[in-house]
């Protein structure tokens, strides 16, 4: 996800009180502890990210009350740090206010300003189960063997207008 101003909004703290009711008070010290705009929305998207990721592992999607979860973002996991790009797998999540430790996340500061979180729960393995995170890798240039065989889309005149009025349409 792009750590930036969504397209439409005026200011972060705008943006930040349609989404108020999202994070938890925890979440939100852990937001304001940043600097400017820039690095308040990046630690907000490092949550939202975070809850995401464990929304989309149990499969509850929308249904599921993104306020029950409470996440707690490594905190020396930097963003404007400059090697990229920076993994961490040391945030922590509360479920209905019980620390949850059968839940591991790797995060990811990728280049160009996005910020990517996966979340995947231990099962059966307890406090002794141990998983060891690889660096995280480009894809090597669209010119190896994985583009053998592919053919291009071809787009139609219809599809390209509609393409331009989705485009054009008001934020």
């Known amino acids: 996800m792009k750590a930036t101003l969504p397209r439409g909004e005026s200011s972060a703290e705008s943006f930040f009180r349609i989404m108020r009711r999202q994070l938890t008070e925890d979440e939100w010290r852990f937001v304001r502890s940043h600097g400017g705009d820039s690095q308040?929305?990046?630690?907000?998207?490092?949550?939202?990210c975070l809850k995401e990721s464990v929304v989309k592992a149990t499969g509850d999607g929308i249904g599921f009350s993104l306020s029950r979860l409470n996440c707690q973002p490594d905190p020396d996991f930097?963003?404007?740090?400059?090697?990229?790009?920076?993994?961490?797998s040391r945030s922590i999540v509360y479920i209905d206010g019980s620390a949850s430790s059968d839940w591991l996340f790797e995060e990811h500061r990728?280049?160009?300003?996005?910020?990517?979180?996966?979340?995947?729960?231990?099962?059966?393995?307890?406090?002794?189960?141990?998983v060891t995170l690889e660096a995280f890798t480009e894809l090597a240039p669209l010119s190896s063997s994985i583009c053998d065989g592919l053919q291009p889309i071809?787009?139609?005149?219809?599809?390209?207008?509609?393409?331009?009025?989705?485009?054009?349409?008001?934020?």
């Open 110 to 130: 990728l280049p160009l300003g996005h910020v990517a979180a996966v979340a995947w729960q231990r099962r059966g393995g307890g406090a002794g189960s141990h």
């Open 78 to 88: 930097l963003f404007d740090a400059t090697d990229l790009p920076l993994t961490t």
């Open 40 to 48: 308040q929305l990046a630690a907000f998207y490092r949550i939202w």
């Open 154 to 171: 071809t787009v139609s005149h219809d599809s390209e207008m509609s393409y331009q009025n989705f485009c054009n349409k008001p934020a």
